[in-house]
């Protein structure tokens, strides 16, 4: 499994400063397995081949964690982002790899947060408890992984040393 996640989705606010970037964390989603996690500056900015790349590389369910809708950093990130999904699942039915292998989850964005901080005000909730919103996209994650048939894209290329057994080496002499 693949889940590229938004840098900023997960997040608590902060005053935003050329001098005091911070490295954006990671959220623990607590993944059982191993699963390939990428931090993408935003969900917006994911393009369709970076997805189709996973599952040709053998992803047999693509997740992509984006801000709500209401509250990216980039204003139009999440909803770009979904557009670039449908357009994608469109690509995964067509193939026959099926559609239902991309999900998309939403954890609350720091928009809000970093605009109150730069204007000075109070930010709200700086720190929300994400636990529950990890847990939850975790075992829905986990849940298309079990029912879903594994990526048939996923079958392992013989290496060299199989070929030249099998007499489909590059160097083999005619």
């Known amino acids: 499994m693949t ?23 990671v959220p623990d989603f607590g993944w059982p397995g191993s699963v390939r996690q990428v931090l993408v500056p935003c969900a917006g900015r994911l393009q369709p081949e970076n997805v189709l790349k996973a599952f040709e590389s053998g992803s047999s369910i693509v997740s992509v964690v984006a801000c709500q809708e209401d509250n990216c950093h980039y204003i139009e990130g999440s909803r770009r982002c979904e557009r670039r999904l ?27 947060e970093d605009l109150a901080l730069a204007a000075g005000r109070p930010a709200g ?6 636990s529950a919103h990890l847990t939850q996209i975790r075992n829905q994650a986990m849940h298309a992984l079990r029912v879903q048939l594994p990526n048939p894209l996923a079958q392992q290329k013989p290496d060299l040393e199989e070929r030249k057994q099998a007499g489909t080496g590059d160097d083999q002499d005619e």
């Open 86 to 112: 449908d357009y994608v699942r469109s690509i995964l039915k067509e193939i026959g790899l099926g559609d239902e292998r991309l999900l998309l989850f939403h954890l609350p964005g720091s928009a809000s």
């Open 3 to 25: 889940a590229f996640v938004c840098a900023n989705c997960a997040r608590s606010g902060s005053l935003p400063s050329s001098t005091n970037w911070i490295r954006p964390d």
């Open 125 to 130: 909730l700086c720190s929300p408890d994400l």
